[in-house]
């Protein structure tokens, strides 16, 4: 098992840890985020980018990859540097706790269950208070859609979107890539790297302007590391198959599969008509013909969420244990 000796603990405990920190907590708004200074990094590189592409494609497309390549491996690397200190620090010391601490603090980071669930449930309480207006605004802080003219409806509509796309992004891909670290040796490192990719993604993956040339590196790193946990927690809901089939129209190509997935499993229709910046964008309609989704059904995805994020680490624990035992028996 990599690294216990000489951390006093096993990778994979510090990942279970983590899940339960930011099931506890959260993301406390005055602790300062890796992600703030992910994306200020970024705010800092876009402009100095574009200064020297000079508005050239080919510049642009270069600079993005450069941008991509300075975050996710700086990332990765302090993520990494910070086990390496834990793996030097004296066994039994207040150095080592220290870093045990903070690397459980680190993991917790890249997490995003609880927020989302927080946030979520806060449009939903509006929403129950009669509070149009404040849902709206709620609403505004969690999707990329125009949300000052959304009826109820639209309201709940987008949360059920949001509540499933961000599960996968937010939650099970920065999981999957911290179990996959743990194996490794090295949880830190691969969740910060993911998380690096998922910042850029958001911040330059759009197709507009500089961007659709400046934020494609990012934008098609994320996808990629996001494809396989996408389609197992698909295959973790039943909903493969369906989930497959009602995606594919859609031009992300992760974000049609986890609504769709979603969907199918509570029963609900989602997609169809947006807009984003005035601009109206028709989705595919996913589980066509099912009921729309209202309150019950929102709250059934953020149920669905935590009990499959429990399975994860349950399939987890089983897997580590048999890995060990036959390194055991082979040694």
Not at 137 to 145: P, T
Not at 172 to 199: C, D, E, N, R, Y
Not at 316 to 327: Q, R
């Amino acid at each position: 098992m990599p690294g216990v000796d000489s951390m006093g603990i096993h990778p994979f405990v510090l990942v279970l840890l983590a899940c339960g920190l930011d099931r506890l907590v959260g993301d406390p708004r005055w602790c300062l985020h890796p992600v703030v200074v992910m994306g200020w990094c970024i705010s800092r590189l876009r402009p100095l980018a574009e200064r020297w592409a000079g508005g050239r494609p080919w510049r642009l497309r270069l600079a993005g990859g450069l941008i991509t390549l300075l975050l996710v491996g700086g990332s990765g690397g302090a993520g990494w540097a910070l086990m390496a200190w834990l793996r030097v620090s004296q066994p039994g010391t207040a150095l080592q706790w220290l870093c045990q601490a903070l690397v459980v603090v680190g993991l917790a980071s890249a997490l995003a269950g609880r927020s989302l669930a927080q946030a979520v449930r806060a449009v939903l309480a509006a929403l129950a208070s009669g509070d149009l207006p404040l849902a709206r605004s709620r609403l505004a802080w969690i999707v990329g859609r125009d949300t000052d003219s959304l009826s109820d409806g639209d309201v709940l509509r987008a949360l059920a979107e949001t509540a499933s796309e961000n599960a996968v992004d937010g939650l099970f891909a920065p999981l999957f890539w911290m179990l996959i670290g743990a194996l490794l040796g090295q949880p830190l490192a691969l969740a910060w790297g993911f998380k690096a990719a998922s910042t850029l993604d958001s911040m330059l993956g759009y197709r507009t302007g500089t961007l659709r040339w400046l934020g494609t590196a990012g934008a098609r790193l994320d996808d990629l590391l996001v494809w396989l946990p996408c389609r197992l927690v698909a295959l973790s809901l039943g909903q493969l198959g369906p989930a497959l089939k009602d995606g594919a129209p859609d031009p992300s190509p992760n974000a049609g599969v986890s609504q769709a997935a979603y969907a199918h499993a509570v029963g609900v229709q989602l997609g169809g008509s947006n807009r984003y910046g005035g601009q109206e964008r028709c989705k595919p309609l996913l589980a066509a013909g099912c009921r729309a989704p209202d309150q019950a059904a929102v709250l059934q995805m953020l149920g669905l969420s935590r009990r499959l994020a429990l399975l994860w680490l349950l399939l987890a624990v089983v897997g580590f244990a048999l890995a060990h035992n036959v390194t055991k028996t082979l040694s």
